[in-house]
C-alpha cells in the first residue's frame, strides 16, 4: 500500500513559500477557491515531485513563480510504501537536484533521470497510469471506458503490472527469431548432405555402359487427343448434374417448421422487472443496516428513539427482501422460457430460409443419372496406359543414362567424398537436435507469456471482478439504471457494454452527468481491485472540477461513496461547489502569491 502524506512547496506555479497539505487528515477534503488562484497546481505539483514531469507539459522554466524573488522553487513529498517511509525532496534552480529518501536513508542515483525511475519503481506506476487512477479533472477524465478495445486492453496490462509477461515473451521471441535462423542454416546442411548420400551411396563404382533409349509413336498421342476433346463437354455437364443432385440432398435434410408456429418475445420488460427487484432488495438492506444502527437518543434532535418503531421499520424491510427474491425467481424462470421460444423461432426461420436456397439452386431440367462415356474413357485410358509406358521407359532409360555418366565421371572420388559427408552430416545432426530442443522451450515459453497466454488468463480473471466492482459503484451512483459488462473478444480485445435500464447503448451515447457517473464508479472498482493486487495500490484521489456536471443528488451520493471508502483520501478541487459537512482548505491569491487561508 502506498500512502501519500504530506506535500510542501515553495515558489511553484502560482504559490509562494512554506505551503503544506496532509492529504491523510480527512477521507475527503474539499479545497475551494475562485479561478486561477491555484488549486489545480497541486495535482501538477505532486506530479512534478513523483516523475519530473505534468499533465499540462508545463515547462521547467514556467514553474518558478515570476513574482517571487527567489530564483529556486523546491517541492518534498512523504509517502509510506508498505513498512517502509520514503521522503522526496527536489530542488530547482539553473538545474535540477533530487534527493530520494528511505527510513531517513539517501538512497538517490547519481542522475535526477535515475532517481526518478527508482522513485517510479517504488510507485509501481508510471505517470500515465498515476493521471488515470489519481488525477481526474474536467478536462482529462478516466479514458480507460472510452478508449479502444485494444488500447483499453493495454491500459489494464500496463496499470496492473502485466506488462512483463510482454516483455518476457519478446525476449522470448528475439531469442527464437535468432534461434531459427541457426535452425535453417543447419537443416539446410543437413539436407545438402543427406540428399547427397541418398543419391551416391549405393552408387556402383563399376564403368557401365549407356542403354537404348525407346522412341514415342506420335500417332497415339494424336489420338489420345483427340479423344480428351470429345470428352471435354461430357465432364462439364457430369459436374452440373452431381452438384444438383448434392443441393437436392441437401434440401431433403432440412426439417421445416413452420415460422407461424413460433413467435419471438421480447425480453426487455423481464430484464427491466429483475433489474428493480434487485434495485429494492439493495435498497430494503441498506435501509435495514441503518436502522439496527440507531439506538438511545437521535443523534441529531436528542429525542428518544422508538425501538418498536424501529423493529416495525426492519420487519417492514426484510418483507421487502423476502418479496424482491421470489420475484427474481419468477422473472428469471420468464426470461429463460421467453429466450428458449426465441431460439427455437430463429431455428425455424433459419431451416426455411435454408430451404428456399436450394430449392433456388435445383436446376429442375438436369437429370439425376450421370450421362455414359464409359466407351471413350477405356479407349483413352488405354492409350494413356501405352503413353504413360513408354515415357515411362524412356525417362527411366535417360535416368539411367545420366546416373551412368556421373557415375563414371565421378567414381574416383565418390568413396572419400562418402566418408567425409557421413562425418559432416553425424556433426550437424547433432547440432540440429540441440538447436531444435532449444527451439522448442523458446516456443513454450513464448507462447506462455504472450498476451494470449498467461496474460489473457491474468486478464480474464480480474475482468470480472472489476466488473462486479464497477456495478457495485453504479448501483448507488446511478439508482441502479445502469450497468457495465466487459467482452474479451479473441481479437485480443477489451470491449465495454453499457446497460441503461435493461437496454444496451453506446458509451458515447451517455451525457456528462451520466459519463461522470459511469467513469466514476470504473475508477473506484479500479482502485478497489488494485488494492487486492498488487504494490501499486493508492490512498490519493484528486478530482479537480469533476462534480460540475453531476446534478445535487449526484454529487451527495458520490461523496457518500467516498467518505466510506476504504483507505483512501480525496481531495475535491471545486469552485462553485461546497459540502458543509467536510473539511474544507480554502486557497487565496494576494498581490499573485497563493497561499492558504489558515
Not at 92 to 106: A, E, I
Not at 302 to 310: C, R, T, Y
Not at 382 to 406: F, M, P, R, W
Request: aromatic share 6%.
Amino acid at each position: 500500500m502506498i500512502t501519500l502524506k504530506e506535500l510542501r512547496w515553495s515558489n511553484a506555479f502560482s504559490y509562494g513559500k512554506d505551503n503544506s497539505l496532509i492529504f491523510t487528515s480527512s477521507p475527503l477534503t474539499q479545497l475551494i477557491g475562485k479561478n486561477g488562484h491555484g488549486k489545480s497546481s497541486i495535482a501538477l505539483i505532486l506530479e512534478e515531485v513523483l516523475f519530473n514531469k505534468n499533465s499540462k507539459g508545463i515547462k521547467k522554466s514556467d514553474i518558478l513563480n515570476r513574482y517571487v524573488k527567489d530564483k529556486a522553487y523546491t517541492i518534498e513529498l512523504d509517502l509510506d510504501k508498505d513498512a517502509d517511509s520514503y521522503t522526496i525532496k527536489s530542488t530547482r534552480s539553473s538545474t535540477q537536484t533530487v534527493k530520494l529518501l528511505k527510513n531517513g536513508v539517501d538512497i538517490s542515483a547519481h542522475t535526477a533521470t535515475a532517481t526518478y525511475k527508482i522513485i517510479e519503481e517504488v510507485l509501481g506506476f508510471d505517470h500515465k497510469a498515476f493521471s488515470q487512477i489519481v488525477y481526474q479533472s474536467s478536462a482529462s477524465s478516466l479514458e480507460f471506458l472510452t478508449a479502444t478495445d485494444s488500447n483499453r486492453k493495454k491500459f489494464l496490462i500496463e496499470l496492473l503490472n502485466l506488462s512483463k509477461y510482454s516483455r518476457a515473451a519478446e525476449i522470448f521471441k528475439t531469442l527464437a527469431s535468432g534461434l531459427s535462423k541457426d535452425i535453417a542454416a543447419t537443416q539446410a546442411t543437413v539436407d545438402t548432405i543427406s540428399n547427397w548420400l541418398s543419391k551416391y551411396s549405393k552408387t556402383s563404382l563399376e564403368i557401365l555402359a549407356e542403354v537404348p533409349v525407346p522412341i514415342s509413336d506420335p500417332a497415339i498421342t494424336n489420338e489420345a487427343i483427340q479423344i480428351e476433346g470429345a470428352l471435354s463437354v461430357l465432364e462439364k455437364e457430369n459436374k452440373r448434374i452431381i452438384q444438383n443432385n448434392t443441393y437436392k440432398t441437401l434440401q431433403s435434410k432440412i426439417s421445416l417448421t413452420p415460422v407461424e408456429l413460433t413467435k419471438e418475445v421480447s425480453a426487455d420488460n423481464v430484464k427491466a422487472s429483475i433489474t428493480e427487484a434487485n434495485k429494492v432488495k439493495k435498497d430494503a438492506k441498506a435501509f435495514i443496516a441503518k436502522m439496527k444502527l440507531l439506538h438511545g437518543n437521535c443523534p441529531t434532535c436528542l429525542q428518544s428513539i422508538d425501538e418498536a418503531k424501529i423493529n416495525t421499520l426492519i420487519t417492514e424491510q426484510e418483507d421487502l427482501v423476502l418479496q424482491s427474491d421470489k420475484g427474481l425467481l419468477e422473472f428469471n424462470a420468464i426470461l429463460a422460457e421467453i429466450e428458449d421460444g426465441n431460439a427455437k423461432h430463429i431455428k425455424a426461420i433459419k431451416a426455411q430460409q435454408d430451404w428456399e436456397k436450394y430449392h433456388t439452386l435445383i436446376d429442375v431440367t438436369l437429370p439425376s443419372d450421370l450421362l455414359d462415356k464409359e466407351g471413350l474413357e477405356g479407349k483413352l485410358t488405354g492409350l494413356k496406359t501405352s503413353i504413360a509406358a513408354t515415357e515411362v521407359s524412356i525417362a527411366q532409360a535417360t535416368a539411367k543414362n545420366t546416373t551412368i555418366t556421373a557415375h563414371n565421371t565421378k567414381v574416383d572420388t565418390i568413396s572419400k567424398q562418402l566418408v567425409e559427408f557421413n562425418s559432416e552430416l553425424e556433426e550437424a545432426s547433432g547440432k540440429l537436435n540441440t538447436l531444435s530442443d532449444r527451439m522448442s522451450i523458446l516456443n513454450i515459453l513464448t507462447k506462455t507469456f504472450s498476451t494470449t497466454g498467461l496474460v489473457a488468463y491474468k486478464i480474464e480473471c480480474l475482468v470480472k471482478d472489476l466488473e462486479d466492482l464497477t456495478n457495485t459503484y453504479l448501483v448507488d451512483l446511478s439508482d441502479g439504471r445502469f450497468q457495465l459488462s466487459f467482452q474479451i473478444s479473441t481479437s485480443d480485445k477489451l470491449n465495454v457494454v453499457i446497460t441503461d435500464n435493461g437496454r444496451d447503448i453506446d458509451i458515447t451515447a451517455l451525457s456528462s452527468g451520466e459519463l461522470a457517473r459511469v467513469n466514476a464508479s470504473a475508477l473506484l472498482a479500479i482502485r478497489k481491485l488494485m488494492q487486492s493486487l498488487s504494490s501499486s495500490r493508492i490512498n490519493l484521489l484528486i478530482l479537480d472540477e469533476t462534480v460540475s456536471s453531476l446534478d445535487t443528488l449526484g454529487k451527495e451520493r458520490l461523496v457518500e461513496v467516498l467518505l466510506v471508502e476504504e483507505s483512501l483520501n480525496t481531495i475535491l478541487v471545486a469552485h462553485d461547489y461546497t459540502h458543509p459537512l467536510l473539511e474544507k482548505v480554502e486557497v487565496i491569491k494576494e498581490d499573485n502569491i497563493s497561499r492558504f487561508d489558515k
